[in-house]
């Protein structure tokens, strides 16, 4: 495989006298689907806000493209090339799809917004995203869920990111919705970007996700590649129930003689 985009080695963050993370790393290749995986405070939530630039690290080194860069706020991120959609997707509701798109970097011809050149945009790239909806000019409420997270996930590619950042994209969605954005996830995979999906739900890593990194208690508790790894064996990772008493002691590997008097 080639060389990373993006390597985190080492990340600890601290919130008073939380230890959030510890040592965590991480790796991500173009034209690959990492999954983020871990129970509730896990630390995922804080290891992607650490990559967007939000909560900058206290000690570790993040690397892009091979080379050592310092990422201390959300700018420094999206100059990289790092895309973050989050939970709640952050849309206008009264405002149109190509509103939406362009809101914050509103494209003007002569002093005027330039409406058509936006329309034009959008549908180009809702076009090379296979992306079917009627109209470009109704209103984001009145669209699905499914839809609503695909033009959060359009908007982000505006910048011509190449790592996308998707925070639980199928949460709350219908059947029909969810395989929506999973297809269009293989799409940004297909592309050549880099995608790190945050899920809770281990059919959809299944179908889309390359491998699987878990998090447990702020550490990294495993690596997997989905498609050689059992289902039992990511959850036994991400619940801890392969660190117990029994498997601690056979991992153990006493010399005989050696005994301690």
């Avoid at 959300?74 to 090339?81: E, I, R, T, Y």
């Avoid at 989905?226 to 010399?255: K, Q």
Wanted: with cysteine.
């Amino acid at each position: 495989m080639s060389e990373p985009i993006l390597e985190l080695s080492g990340i600890s963050k601290r919130f008073g006298a939380v230890q959030a993370l510890s040592e965590v790393d991480l790796r991500v290749h173009p034209g690959e689907v990492v999954a983020l995986l871990g129970d509730n405070g896990a630390g995922k939530s804080t290891l992607v806000k650490v990559i967007a630039g939000v909560n900058p690290a206290d000690t570790g080194e993040i690397r892009w493209e091979g080379k050592p860069v310092t990422v201390n706020r959300p700018g420094d991120a999206q100059q990289l090339g790092i895309a973050t959609i989050y939970q709640d997707l952050a849309l206008c509701d009264n405002l149109d799809i190509v509103a939406n798109l362009f809101l914050g970097a509103e494209r003007t011809s002569a002093g005027l917004l330039d409406e058509l050149e936006m329309e034009r945009r959008a549908q180009e790239l809702l076009d090379s995203l296979s992306v079917r909806i009627p109209s470009l000019r109704v209103p984001v409420a009145s669209l699905s869920g499914g839809q609503r997270q695909i033009i959060a996930i359009a908007r982000s590619l505006l910048g011509d990111p190449k790592v996308v950042m998707l925070d639980e994209p199928t949460a709350a969605l219908g059947v029909a919705q969810t395989a929506q954005v999973l297809d269009l996830i293989e799409r940004l995979r297909d592309q050549g970007l880099g995608v790190i999906l945050i899920s809770h739900n281990m059919a959809d890593v299944r179908a889309v996700a390359d491998r699987a990194v878990v998090l447990r208690l702020g550490r990294n508790a495993g690596d997997f590649r989905v498609e050689d790894t059992p289902y039992e064996e990511i959850v036994a990772a991400i619940t801890g129930a392969a660190d117990n008493p029994v498997s601690r002691r056979a991992g153990r590997v006493t010399v005989p003689g050696s005994e301690e008097a």
